[in-house]
């Protein structure tokens, strides 16, 4: 197995500015999803792809989109970034409803 | 009201403890139910499912009371290892996302 791999590990970002951060699933998961843990809370749901289409998406604005691409990997990209964008950005694969495998996430600060 | 609360915490225990953490959920619709375990500044990863019929790992129990909306998590001699923050975890049926609860924080002393 390898895994699931997020990229980049940290990264600081000054507001206003977009980010992108990726993720490659667990070989053979087909969904993914996207998750942001802000300090001392649970991970919320921002989205899910599964076969390159969104299929399910959590109270996030706009300015957060994803992609996934055929070899189901995934982006998400957040547009016009705040000071409360700071978090810990899970991702998380699956094959169809089996148990989600999370990454160890990217740390993104936003100064 | 937060769709899944958790105890607070945080619990500090001794070693050889029986500790158990509560969770409430207020969709009635919700199907799947699960406890994940988070290390600090790790990911989180599946501890157990829930199943309504409750169900055991070694030292771990879940519990699902469905007419209550309430789940539980029961750890009995607790290790030092046993230290994480535990998440109670709720999905509904016919919706991809997964709702969190906040975690408890447990730290198992010697």
């Known amino acids: 197995e390898t895994g699931v791999t997020q990229s980049p590990t940290h990264l600081i970002k000054t507001r206003g500015q977009q980010v992108t951060l990726r993720c490659s699933s667990q070989s053979g998961h087909n969904t993914v999803s996207w998750y942001q843990q802000a300090l001392g809370q649970g991970p919320q749901f921002i989205f899910q792809?599964?076969?390159?289409?969104?299929?399910g998406r959590g109270n996030f604005p706009p300015r957060f989109s994803g992609l996934q691409f055929p070899n189901y990997s995934s982006e998400l990209n957040v547009n016009a970034l705040e000071l409360d964008d700071s978090a810990l950005y899970l991702c998380?694969?699956?094959?169809?409803?089996?148990?989600?495998?999370f990454g160890s996430g990217t740390r993104l600060t936003v100064v | 009201r937060k769709e899944v609360e958790q105890d607070p915490g945080p619990f500090n225990v001794p070693e050889g403890a029986t500790v158990a953490f509560n969770c409430t959920y207020s969709n009635s619709a919700s199907q799947s139910f699960f406890w994940y375990r988070q290390d600090c500044r790790k990911e989180p990863k599946l501890l157990m499912s829930?199943?309504?019929s409750g169900n055991e790992d070694g030292r771990f129990t879940a519990q699902l009371n469905r007419a209550s909306q309430y789940i539980s998590l029961l750890i009995r001699d607790s290790k030092l290892s046993d230290s994480a923050t535990y998440l109670c975890v709720v999905n509904m049926a016919g919706n991809n996302d997964m709702r969190f609860g906040a975690g408890t924080r447990l730290t198992v002393k010697p």
């Open positions: 792809y599964y076969r390159e289409e969104e299929n």
């Open positions: 998380a694969s699956s094959l169809a409803e089996s148990t989600r495998l």
């Open positions: 829930v199943y309504s």
